[in-house]
């Protein structure tokens, strides 16, 4: 066990020792795309081969943010949440775990589906400290198609981290119009479960 501790340890301080020497290069990018994204996904998979990754435009501060995300498989947060943690500091990155909520959003496009939040509500339920939830959707009927899309959505309101730890079961139906007004819409679910966190803390 000691071992591997030691190897995982030793892995991530070499990739971040890699990062420091590449990281002017890598924030400009967009001069070398291709070549350079390939290059880090290699990196990255001397870690662990599910580790994927998003830059963030340039900030109005002059700094990028650099997103290591476990692509939501729940069994390597850990070593995203490490790798983050020991990751060094720099002027011009923001490094951060976990896709983030995207601010702003209104609606995703997945495949052939257009999902507005608008069209999305949901009941909730407390299950031993997360939260079971039952999505009422628009236009909803059960397949691949939709199961990603409601992936997708909620991935973007609540980030990836909360998506896959503080939800339980996901239950997805078609939304019947007159019991909108029962139901929660889908933009009051972080409250809901920053609320039950808060509960559980005190």
């Not at 030793?10 to 967009?30: G, I, V």
């Amino acid at each position: 066990m000691l071992v591997k501790l030691f190897s995982k340890k030793r892995k991530q301080e070499a990739f971040w020792h890699w990062f420091t020497k590449n990281n002017e290069t890598y924030f400009r990018f967009e001069q070398n795309q291709n070549f350079l994204f390939s290059q880090l996904k290699s990196e990255l998979n001397k870690i662990s081969n599910d580790i994927v990754f998003q830059f963030s435009p340039i900030l109005e501060d002059g700094t990028r943010e650099f997103i290591i995300s476990a692509d939501g498989i729940k069994s390597i947060f850990p070593i995203v949440s490490d790798l983050v943690n020991r990751a060094p500091k720099y002027s011009k990155w923001h490094i951060i775990a976990f896709r983030q909520p995207i601010v702003g959003l209104t609606q995703i496009n997945y495949d052939n589906l257009v999902v507005k939040f608008d069209d999305v509500f949901f009941r909730y339920g407390k299950d031993n400290g997360q939260i079971a939830i039952e999505l009422h959707i628009k236009n909803f009927c059960e397949s691949h198609e939709w199961t990603g899309a409601v992936f997708i959505l909620l991935d973007a309101i609540l980030g990836e981290y909360h998506t896959e730890i503080s939800l339980s079961r996901i239950e997805k139906k078609l939304l019947k119009e007159e019991e909108a007004i029962d139901l929660y819409p889908i933009t009051d679910l972080p409250k809901v479960i920053q609320n039950y966190h808060l509960e559980l803390n005190n």
